[in-house]
């Protein structure tokens, strides 16, 4: 069992550039999460997806799109890259949403420069 | 808001030393709370987790008490090994969110030198 992949592993991109990052799993989560890492701020939600076909804001959603088809994908899309957008992306996703204890389970990330 | 605080690192240890690695939160509600690990290059793993109050959450000699009365959850190991070098996540689910993410502290990167 894969549990969940990301791609590309990393990625330089130039600025204004459109980047789609690819998440999968193959646990039949119902939710599912997209963090960005940065060195002293930990990991902060950029987007989520509940169920599929639906999605939310995070915390720092701005810049950000995502899309949840079907329940085992859920891209995120850069449209015009910046270069603050340059970290580490994990996606995860957990059986449930909210409710009772919610353990996540993490992808092994994307590191993506913008230039 | 919901937000998580933890010792700021890097911590750096010798082989078998005691390992605390603190953690406060402030969160509406019951949270259950979460300590991640995440070795070099690799995403986070679940380390131990705690639901509800006087938990005792354990997994590789790590263990770590959930205590409404201080909301704290701090890390602790009797004997670390050079294995355990990593960056540590304290981090809190709130039952009652409708996004069911986690909130993170930012981490404690932890060093053990043999």
């Known amino acids: 069992i894969a549990g969940i992949t990301q791609a590309p592993t990393s990625q330089i991109l130039a600025a204004g550039r459109r980047m789609t990052l690819r998440c999968t799993q193959d646990m039949r989560h119902n939710a599912m999460y997209w963090y960005r890492q940065d060195l002293g701020l930990g990991l902060r939600l950029i987007h989520y997806?509940?169920?599929?076909?639906?999605?939310g804001k995070g915390e720092v959603p701005d810049g950000y799109s995502v899309s949840r088809a079907n329940t085992d994908d859920f891209p995120l899309t850069l449209a015009s890259a910046v270069p603050s957008q340059t970290s580490v992306y994990f996606c995860?996703?957990?059986?449930?949403?909210?409710?009772?204890?919610?353990?996540?389970?993490f992808g092994p990330g994307t590191r993506l420069t913008v230039l | 808001g919901n937000s998580v605080t933890q010792m700021e690192g890097p911590v750096t240890l010798s082989e078998e030393a005691f390992l605390t690695i603190n953690c406060t939160y402030t969160?509406?509600?019951?949270?259950?709370l979460f300590w991640y690990v995440q070795y070099p290059g690799e995403g986070l793993q679940l380390l131990l987790k705690?639901?509800?109050?006087?938990d005792k959450g354990s997994n590789k000699g790590f263990e770590a008490t959930y205590r409404k009365e201080t909301t704290s959850f701090h890390l602790e190991k009797g004997s670390v090994q050079v294995s355990d070098s990593a960056v540590y996540f304290c981090?809190?689910?709130?039952?009652?969110?409708?996004?069911?993410?986690?909130?993170f502290g930012k981490g404690t990167k932890l060093s053990v030198k043999p």
């Open positions: 969160a509406t509600g019951y949270p259950s």
């Open positions: 705690a639901t509800k109050a006087d």
């Open positions: 995860a996703s957990s059986a449930l949403a909210g409710g009772n204890y919610n353990e996540q389970f």
């Open positions: 997806s509940n169920t599929a076909g639906t999605t």
């Open positions: 981090a809190l689910s709130d039952h009652g969110g409708s996004q069911g993410n986690l909130i």
